[in-house]
């Protein structure tokens, strides 16, 4: 039997590959600059403030504007909100070829996240309305598996432009690869909701203002701590506006998100799945990338090359798993593939000082097993259990679930890291010196800059620091890994299981209603 791929027209076939890479670009640029940070600050200046909204501002401008995005290109056309959003990342990444300062760079990296918001949702749901539904779970596997691996794509491209040119040479490949996809863009067919309901000007506003606050919350917390009064303002705001947001949409004749699908087996399901995929992915890359430069001394290219081999499970998995959750149900692939992650968590606990590369691969092997495994039959459930002109919709809950987890992710990993750090070398800090307890107290990084400028002598304070720093690797992934286990139980509880078999309907027609 032919392979759901190949029984594909040509025309599918291109709008597959267009939507792919056009969504591997915005995934691969919230990470690309990673590894240019050193370099930015040393070119323009920045404070290490203004590195963190270097990197924040994009996800931050990218997770508040995705659901209403997505409903944008319901009502207008999700072809013109691609084309859009392409267009306006791409004259964002110009921008600080011309411009500037590191002002100049934050702000051009937001606009390019809000163009990014607007490229995401209109991927997936331009692949969900013109597929037909016996192909449509083949396509999405395979951009599911996209945007798995683009952030470790962004991270080993952008070393590998590092290792030749400056920092710039990465904004140069976005914005060319960016023009690129927004010429071919035209290409595509418009699809848009055949009923083109209203605008839900309140539940966007409401939605992009609990999102902002739960992502600031999240983000601040590792620089601030959980009890800052901002943080914990920034929390209880997310969830009041979130509440508002709710009652909104519950009250509105036309509602940006309509919430009872949340409680939709598959929908709520995939949902939270996707969210926690996206948390630990996230969580593990903050934590991993430094126990690589600072433990096992790669520099930043070789510790992309040693993540690459987690791209192979997580595409050939994801196009095998939504067969599996077809034949099977969503239950089996989220539960295993979840319990999968969650023990390739914990199974890092054996990671020490001298360890190998090998000792750090078949974890992350599992890891991205069980990714592969959950991933793809998550994003379909959250699509085909949304009426068919609410795609867009349902793209942009995927893909707002996926910018909060990372987020949350990032926060909770840092958080326990530099708990566990701190506690640890706590006990050292009185035996050195005044001038030299900062340093050594707030980093592994500074640590160690200390130990190296006063020699050979210190490399007993070195290798106390680098323990500490493994301690707090060690309760990162073990709290992650233990929260990703429980998960998998309840989710296993909640998603819908083998649906009895039905006699077929009739197939649908390639492209769906209100398509030009």
């Not at 296993?492 to 039905?502: E, H, I, L, S, T």
Request: aromatic share 6%.
């Amino acid at each position: 039997m032919d392979h759901p791929v190949t029984q594909m027209s040509a025309r599918m076939r291109w709008v597959v590959l267009l939507s792919c890479l056009s969504v591997a670009l915005v995934v691969a640029a919230m990470a690309a600059l990673y590894t240019a940070l050193p370099h930015i600050a040393t070119e323009t200046g920045a404070t290490q403030g203004q590195l963190t909204w270097i990197i924040d501002g994009y996800t931050l401008a990218l997770a508040c504007l995705v659901l209403p995005a997505g409903a944008l290109g319901d009502r207008f056309g999700r072809r013109l909100m691609l084309l859009g959003g392409l267009a306006v990342f791409t004259a964002a990444s110009i921008v600080p070829l011309i411009a500037h300062g590191p002002i100049w760079l934050i702000a051009a990296r937001a606009v390019a996240g809000a163009g990014a918001a607007f490229v995401m949702p209109s991927t997936l749901s331009i692949l969900t309305a013109g597929l037909p539904r016996e192909r449509r779970n083949v396509a999405v596997g395979i951009w599911a598996g996209t945007v798995g691996v683009g952030a470790i794509v962004g991270i080993l491209g952008s070393g590998l432009l590092l290792a030749h040119f400056s920092w710039k040479s990465i904004m140069i490949a976005m914005a060319a690869i960016g023009g690129v996809l927004t010429i071919a863009t035209g290409t595509v067919p418009e699809s848009r909701d055949s009923s083109r309901p209203s605008f839900d000007p309140w539940g966007a506003l409401t939605g992009a203002g609990a999102v902002a606050l739960a992502v600031i919350a999240a983000l601040e917390a590792p620089q601030r701590g959980w009890t800052s009064p901002i943080v914990i303002g920034a929390a209880i705001g997310a969830v009041v506006v979130g509440a508002g947001f709710a009652v909104i949409e519950l009250r509105v004749t036309h509602p940006l998100l309509d919430v009872r699908l949340l409680a939709r087996r598959g929908f709520g399901t995939g949902t939270a799945s996707v969210a926690l995929q996206f948390m630990v992915s996230f969580g593990l890359f903050m934590l991993i990338v430094q126990y690589m430069q600072l433990i096992l001394g790669y520099q930043p290219l070789m510790s992309a090359v040693a993540m690459a081999p987690m791209i192979v499970p997580m595409v050939g998995l994801a196009l095998i798993a939504p067969w599996l959750a077809e034949r099977y149900g969503l239950r089996l692939p989220t539960a295993s593939g979840l319990a999968i992650v969650g023990i390739g968590l914990l199974a890092l606990g054996h990671l020490g000082v001298h360890s190998t590369f090998v000792d750090l691969l078949w974890p992350l092997l599992i890891m991205s097993t069980g990714l592969g495994l959950s991933a793809a039959p998550a994003t379909a459930a959250i699509v085909n259990d949304a009426p068919p002109d609410k795609h867009g919709v349902a793209a942009a809950v995927n893909d707002a679930a996926r910018e909060v987890g990372a987020a949350i992710g990032i926060a909770l990993a840092g958080s326990i890291l530099a708990a566990g750090y701190s506690n640890r070398i706590a006990g050292v800090i009185p035996l050195i010196p005044q001038p030299l307890r900062g340093p050594v107290s707030g980093s592994l990084a500074g640590a160690l800059e200390v130990t190296d400028r006063i020699g050979p002598q210190a490399q007993p304070l070195a290798d106390l620091a680098e323990a500490a720093f493994v301690h707090g690797l060690h309760q990162a992934t073990t709290v992650l890994g233990a929260a990703t286990l429980v998960v998998a139980v309840v989710l296993g509880a909640w998603a819908p299981g083998r649906k009895a078999r039905v006699t077929p309907a009739p197939a649908e027609p390639e492209v769906a209603v209100g398509v030009d």
